[in-house]
């Protein structure tokens, strides 16, 4: 269990969340009935996966954790390993939802998640970055957008020459040369890896970085599940001329579990924050992400920082494949409980059911001992 909630970036401690929340009983006040698959008109698909992977010996991933590769000498090593994903484990709302094998990132003695680490560095800083692949399977690389390096280090093996073999170990130099927040991922049979859940995020904070009262990172991602159900062993084909998206994620996730304090991201706040959140797009469709109730700003996208000038309040920003936007608000809407999601609403669906999927949400602290904030915890599965 880790000691913080809520999305990776600003933390708030377990002690200050259940303080807000009233103490632990107050979760149990709301007594409503969870909605579940016998509220919808089909039952998902993956109850199925779940049923004939229950036995499985793979671990099952963990919520992405931030690493401060400054903290550690400028060097991480990255390793991948198979695991089951749950995406939302429970009966309600559509669910549950899980991929029965991913292959998962591990940063040093961490635990693997899907997303993969956040790399946290700062600019004029070189990373080392280890991809250890002594016990893997298959063969693998990592290649970094946005930031300039040598040839040798773009982690692609048909242009350098070079890929990480099972049983080796393969040290690539980052310079964190251009500021702001990017992608990496493997780019070895680029349409099966990143498919099977290897990619996540690097953040490179330029010299004299200020960070807002709240920042968050949140990649989405739509997945073609008959790929991680085929290398589970499942009975199926997949087709990467002809995907069929069926599982859409924030950090991983699907709604409801996206608002679990631990194990998934809710957006939390307090009224005047200042909020940051560096969205990731690691799928392969776009996704206009909308802030219900708060008017923000486009300031970075894929590293470059947006001129003032340019910038103009919105509520939806449209995120193509591989983009990276930075956007900031403030919390200055009356406290409540806000959605934020994927505008393409099919988008926001756990098999036929909605609302789930591609949803996570703005918090407010000030609301977290109301009886509808028991309520979704009780959705996502949160007993305190």
Known sequence: MRNYVGAPGST??????????????????????????????????????????????????????????????GKVTLKSAPARHAAHPLETMGGPVELPQVWAFSADDGAPSVPGPILRTTEGNDMEVTLDNT???????????????????????????????P???????????????????????????IEM?????LRVDPKGYEPADREYFMTVRDWDSR???????ENVTYDPRNRKPDVFTVNGKSAP???????????????????????????????????????FQLVEKDGGVVPEAARHDMDVTNIAPAERHTVEFTADAQPGIYLMHCHKVN??????????????????????????????MEYAGYEG
């Open 12 to 73: 708030v401690s377990r002690r200050e969340f259940l303080a807000a929340t009233g103490s632990v009983g107050a979760l149990g006040l709301a007594g409503c009935t969870a909605p579940t698959n016998g509220d919808s008109a089909a039952v998902g698909a993956d109850e199925t996966t779940v049923a004939q992977t229950s036995e499985s010996s793979l671990p099952y991933t963990s919520p992405p954790e931030v690493v401060q590769v400054d903290e550690q000498g």
């Open 227 to 233: 790929l991680p159900r085929q290398m589970a062993g």
């Open 257 to 295: 579990r996206t608002l679990h304090p631990e194990d998934g991201s809710p957006i939390i706040v307090e009224r005047g924050d200042t909020v940051r959140i560096h969205y990731v797009n690691a799928g392969y469709m776009s996704h206009p992400m909308h802030i219900h109730n708060h008017r």
């Open 167 to 193: 049983g080796e170990k393969h040290t690539y130099t980052i310079p964190a040369n251009v500021p702001g927040t990017h992608l990496y991922h493997c780019h070895y049979q680029t349409h099966r890896h």
């Open 197 to 201: 859940g290897m990619y996540g995020i």
């Open 347 to 376: 988008h926001v669906m756990n098999g036929n059911f909605y609302p789930g999927g591609m949803l996570s949400g703005v918090v407010y602290k000030e609301v977290m001992d109301s009886d509808i904030f028991a309520s979704l």
């Open 135 to 165: 016990d893997g399977m298959r063969p693998h690389t990592v290649h970094f957008h946005g930031v300039r390096k040598a040839w040798k280090d773009d982690g692609v093996p048909t242009t350098t020459g070079i890929r990480v073999d």
